[in-house]
């Protein structure tokens, strides 16, 4: 057992544990807050479970604007900067979050949300892969689904324990420790070294980003999975399960906290037992798994209620929360080593776009859907999500070589063929001593572009 254990380690630079400190108090507050926001707009403000879908829509269509000024602005600036704005705009709006009376309320300060959300993602994202090195990656962002769920899933009990739609008052409780949090993870950034703040001279654009179609294409079909996915279960299950099989708010943070214990515990084998593999296949796996968790939150909630559903739905809920895992041993890394280093920033915006569009399209039609059919609502997003399995199946095809699979924890890049063009180091990036090892998606830029170099980058 300890040998596995250690087998576990990430091997990651000290910043890296310091930057999940913060996320994991984050996560922490979110865990309170989200699962609650549809039932606090509907049983408690008395706001249409539609009008609440557009509502939650509504964030992540202002976030669409922020994410990519973000992005500009983590490559200009770096984006230990541009992540602490984000908190503290975020900090700010969910301070407010108590006055929502009205459905116009609820558009105000949720659009006010997501403008820090938006620009939260790609810093943080940025400023996680200029932390870690480059063979690494998968298991630095494994490490953050981690410690974000592990905050999430006792946010999630303890807000279980407080909300009562009979009580607006406790969720002021909710809202405000929410807020705290973010301020919180706000402090930890000044405890990074000062070398974590170093980036790179921006020189590039969005143009170049858009011209690299199997990026684009990714980007597309994480759109498609999160809409089909993570949005309808994180946003609309809780409502689903309060108002369609009885389950009680306590039941719902049990179930909130089951997926994120699930994600503790799977997510750094899982990403583990990824290595070799290849990415995309992967991914297709996932969109099937999820596929059959959303046929049975239906099934659950059109054959059982109450006690009967909640035990059925944390089932359920474990199948959904193990492709999550799968999910995030990709997502963030495969951006990663798509991006060039002096674009970082817009690549990792365009990724975080890909999950804002999903938080529109998921919830805005989810929302319509759990009004007026709510029982037809996971076999629509079940079907999907299939659909997306097949496009990440053909999608591979057009990934270039190096980036398909997932590198193993032995392997050093530039060695063996893993990953061309890279030096072999075993520095700590963050190092006095440490040189940046040339990234392939330099040359791989490019290659692509017909031999005509990326703005901002360098062949080595």
Known sequence: MRAYLRSLNPRLPRDVWILQVGGLANSFGNGIVIPFVIIYLHNVRGISLGVAGLVAAAGSATALFSGFVAGALSDRMGPRVVLGGALLIQSGAMVL????????????????????????????????????????????????????????????????????????????????????????????????????????????????????????????????????????????????????????????????????????????????LVEGHRRMRVLAGMAVLWAGALLGFGAAGYWLEATAATVAMGVVTSVFAIGEC???????????????????????????????????????????????????????????????????????????????????????????GTMPNMAATTDEPLSTDAKPAPHPADEASWIRRGGRRAAGTRRR
Request: charged share 10%; hydrophobic share 50%; proline share 6%.
């Open 97 to 272: 979050f108590p006055l929502i009376h009205t459905a116009w309320h609820a558009f105000l300060l949720n659009g006010f949300l997501g403008l820090g959300s938006g620009a939260f993602w790609p810093s943080q994202s940025s400023l996680l892969t200029g932390l870690s090195p480059a063979n690494r990656r998968h298991e630095a962002f494994a490490l953050q689904r981690v410690t974000m769920n592990l905050g999430v899933a006792f946010g999630g009990l303890v807000g279980g324990l407080i909300a009562s739609s009979s009580d607006p008052h406790s969720f002021t409780v909710l809202f405000l420790a929410d807020a705290c949090t973010f301020a919180a993870y706000a402090l930890v950034l000044l405890r990074l070294t000062p070398s974590s703040a170093q980036h790179h001279h921006d020189a590039g654009s969005y143009r170049q980003v858009a011209r690299d179609r199997p990026f684009m294409s990714y980007v597309l079909l994480n759109t498609l999975l999160i809409a089909a996915g993570m949005s309808v279960v994180v946003e609309l299950m809780p409502a689903f399960a309060k108002n369609n099989a009885g389950v009680s708010e306590t039941g719902i943070g049990i179930l909130w906290f089951v997926n994120s214990l699930v994600i503790v515990i799977a997510q750094l084998p899982i990403a583990r």
């Open 326 to 416: 799968l999910h995030g041993a990709i997502a963030g890394p495969i951006v990663a080593d798509l991006a060039a280093p002096a674009l970082l920033g817009r690549y990792m915006a365009f990724s975080s776009q890909s999950w804002q569009v999903g938080w529109i399209i998921g919830p805005a039609a989810g929302g319509f859907l759990l009004q007026h059919a709510p029982f037809a609502l996971w076999p629509v997003m079940a079907g999907v999500s299939l659909v997306g399995a097949g496009w990440a199946l053909t999608l591979e095809r057009m990934l270039p070589e190096w980036v398909r699979r997932t590198p193993r924890l032995d392997s050093i890049a530039g060695v063996g």
